[in-house]
Each structure stands twice: as C-alpha cells, then as structure tokens.
C-alpha cells in the first residue's frame, strides 16, 4: 500500500505565495509518476500538475502554467508544489497523487492512490 500525506495550505491573498507538500510512504514502483489535482467547491477534481518520478519530467494544466512549480525529492519521497501569484480561483482542496506507472497523465482514473487533501484558500 501506499499512503500519502500532503501539507502546506492555508489562507493566503491574491497575489502571495504558498508551498505544498506530499510525503508519500509504503511500498515503492520502479517507475512511476505524480501528480497535484485540485477540488473547488461545487466542481469536478481537475488536474493541476504532475511529475514522472525517475526523470522528473513535468506537466501542468494550462491555468497554473508559469505561476506553480512542481518538485520532487526522490530520496525522502517528497512531492512539491509552489504557488506563486495566486488568484482567488485557486482555492480548492488539493491532493496528491500516485500512478503506479510511468508517464503523467492528467485523468482521476489514471491514478491509484489519493491523500486527503489541503485546503487552499485565496482571498481577493
């Protein structure tokens, strides 16, 4: 099994700046990837970016591009998202993700294990 924990929300105005984490522990895979999705409320979880875990390739969807960065540090098993210029439309509960397999794909079925989730909030 595999158990992921993320960290670093909070409530932060538009514009400033927030760091999550995702500590993820159990078993490993050999090649695999992660990914941060987001919940608002009223909405569908959506993708916000992902990385391949081996060669750190990245992917981010088209809202976050240029202002969120994500990271991973393979020996403590830790993923990274920094926010920068945030809006008021990023809030939402974001989670982490795990996909068993290579490659980051932006779809909730593709990946098979979730956090609980941080809660983002950005005040105007």
């Known amino acids: 099994q595999v158990r992921l924990v993320e960290s670093g929300g909070g409530l932060v105005q538009a514009g400033g700046s927030l760091s999550l984490s995702c500590a993820a522990s159990g078993r490993t895979f050999s090649s695999y990837a992660m990914g941060w999705f987001r919940q608002a409320p009223g909405k569908e979880r959506e993708f916000v970016a992902g990385?391949?875990?081996?060669?750190?390739?990245?992917r981010y969807a088209d809202s976050v591009k240029g202002r969120f960065t994500i990271s991973r540090d393979n020996a403590k098993k830790m993923m990274y998202l920094q926010m920068n210029s945030l809006k008021p439309e990023d809030t939402a509960v974001y989670h982490c993700?795990?996909?068993?397999?290579?490659?980051?794909?932006?779809?909730?079925?593709?990946?098979?294990?979730w956090g609980q989730g941080t809660q983002v909030i950005v005040s105007s």
């Open positions: 993700a795990l996909r068993a397999m290579p490659g980051v794909l932006t779809t909730i079925r593709d990946y098979d294990y």
């Open positions: 990385i391949t875990w081996n060669l750190g390739g990245t």
